[in-house]
């Protein structure tokens, strides 16, 4: 008899769960809703803390975006952004309102993670991020995933909080020399991280890999890692991730001893999923010439997205006084410079165009960045098309149990709720 994921269960200390874990794509793109419907269904979801305070400015009619905007208006017009600082009190308070406000709603057996991206350096690396990760803790957090960095000194920002041993910690790596530096670097605290994702080079937005990022397989680095813990008698369950898109593609993943699994891309298309449902008929519609990975991202690190993204080449206006989650602990951000480049460039001219550099900032925060993974041109057959052209969107509770339940490489297609094309 085919094995399914069901058949196998992920334990994270006293905890039995289904062994889905839904990423956390910022910026509430992995939604609130989204992350519920996981737990609920025995699983993990995963929230973003990706631009929170924009997040609580929609979500709970704060106003903080507007309070940083009105501060450092001043500065708009300078090359020099390091004024430009984050409330650290204000911060806190739209982790807080974003934590408990999901946790407030909990329901099942499952967990609520965030993501804390570590690369949202916000002119002030390690206290803007020790706020967040604190805050977090503060506010009932199930655990925290430590995303897009090395992680190095991370778990010492929150040592002396009083749940650094009682939350689950994990963190996302995609070689095992980054898991080897990472235990090293922390041994002294004596804490483990709960878990590692082991994100492949097929996942969507920043990858951890260069631009050969081809010339690897996340099959090779589960089973590299996975012996190396048994190796080191280190019982840290590992999650494997980055094109996992049927249920017999993560068994295949368990089989070679992987705890569980973490997927995002086909819960894009999801009704609970943040993106507006325009962009999520976006995601359908792509093929697979229509998928790049590209260097436009400030971070420096290759990042997976739609080509059609309209982010992509737009000269817009640096906004770093409103947002600025990328600026270095220096306040330099590398689209500020390839921004100011380009002005220089063309004296006079009202619209400028950016190819090589991105403003992430703004252009995430108005869903104008399509990052996806590899396998996001599949979309389009897991679901009905429409008679006027569109494709059905679907529950977080429908693909959560198709990776549960299926076999055979099979995509189960919802109940239609139209007549279909």
């Known amino acids: 008899m085919m094995?399914?994921?069901?058949?196998?269960?992920?334990?994270?200390?006293?905890?039995?769960?289904?062994?889905?874990?839904?990423?956390?794509m910022g910026v509430d793109i992995s939604s609130a809703d989204l992350a519920l419907e996981a737990a609920r269904l025995g699983g993990v979801g995963h929230i973003s803390d990706a631009m929170v305070p924009t997040v609580t400015d929609r979500r709970y009619q704060t106003k903080f975006v507007k309070a940083k905007q009105a501060l450092y208006k001043y500065n708009m017009d300078s090359e020099d952004k390091s004024p430009v600082k984050f409330s650290l009190e204000q911060l806190a308070e739209a982790t807080?309102?974003?934590?408990?406000?999901?946790?407030?709603?909990?329901?099942?057996?499952?967990?609520?993670f965030i993501n804390c991206m570590e690369k949202l350096t916000m002119n002030a690396p390690k206290e803007t991020l020790a706020v967040r990760m604190n805050a977090a803790l503060d506010a009932g957090i199930d655990g925290i995933t430590l995303a897009a960095g090395l992680h190095l000194g991370s778990f010492?920002?929150?040592?002396?909080?009083?749940?650094?041993?009682?939350?689950?910690?994990?963190?996302?790596?995609?070689?095992?020399?980054?898991?080897?530096?990472?235990l090293k670097k922390n041994s002294r605290?004596?804490?483990?991280p709960d878990y590692v994702v082991v994100e492949g080079p097929l996942a969507g937005g920043h990858l951890g890999f260069g631009m050969d990022w081809a010339e690897y397989d996340l099959a090779t680095i589960v089973k590299e890692i996975v012996q190396y813990l048994q190796d080191e008698k280190l019982e840290i369950p590992v999650i494997a991730a980055g094109g996992i898109f049927t249920g017999s593609d993560a068994v295949r993943m368990l089989q070679l001893g992987a705890a569980g699994v973490q997927v995002a891309t086909r819960f894009t298309v999801t009704k609970e999923c943040g993106l507006p449902d325009d962009v999520k008929q976006e995601y359908f519609k792509a093929g697979e010439d229509d998928i790049e990975v590209n260097q436009i991202s400030p971070t420096g690190y290759p990042m997976r997205m739609i080509k059609a993204s309209p982010g992509i080449g737009d000269g817009i206006r640096p906004n770093c006084e409103a947002y600025g989650y990328l600026l270095d602990a220096n306040g330099k951000c590398a689209y500020v410079t390839a921004y100011n480049r380009e002005v220089a460039a063309h004296p006079g001219e009202r619209r400028i165009h950016v190819m090589d550099k991105t403003?992430?900032?703004?252009?995430?925060?108005?869903?104008?960045?399509?990052?996806?993974?590899?396998?996001?041109?599949?979309?389009?057959?897991?679901t009905h098309r429409l008679?006027?052209?569109?494709?059905?969107?679907?529950?977080?509770?429908?693909v959560?149990?198709?990776?549960?339940?299926?076999?055979?490489?099979?995509?189960?297609?919802?109940?239609?709720?139209?007549?279909?094309a």
């Open 400 to 420: 959560f149990r198709d990776y549960q339940f299926s076999v055979d490489d099979q995509v189960a297609l919802p109940e239609p709720t139209l007549t279909v």
């Open 359 to 382: 403003c992430l900032c703004t252009h995430m925060r108005n869903f104008e960045i399509w990052t996806c993974g590899q396998t996001a041109w599949r979309l389009k057959d897991t």
């Open 3 to 24: 094995q399914r994921l069901d058949d196998f269960r992920l334990k994270m200390g006293r905890h039995e769960l289904v062994p889905i874990v839904i990423g956390g």
């Open 189 to 192: 605290l004596n804490r483990l």
């Open 96 to 112: 807080r309102l974003h934590v408990e406000g999901t946790m407030a709603r909990k329901q099942g057996k499952g967990l609520i």
């Open 387 to 398: 008679p006027d052209g569109s494709y059905q969107l679907l529950t977080a509770e429908h």
């Open 156 to 182: 010492a920002l929150i040592e002396q909080h009083p749940r650094f041993r009682e939350a689950k910690l994990g963190i996302i790596v995609s070689s095992l020399r980054a898991l080897q530096l990472f």
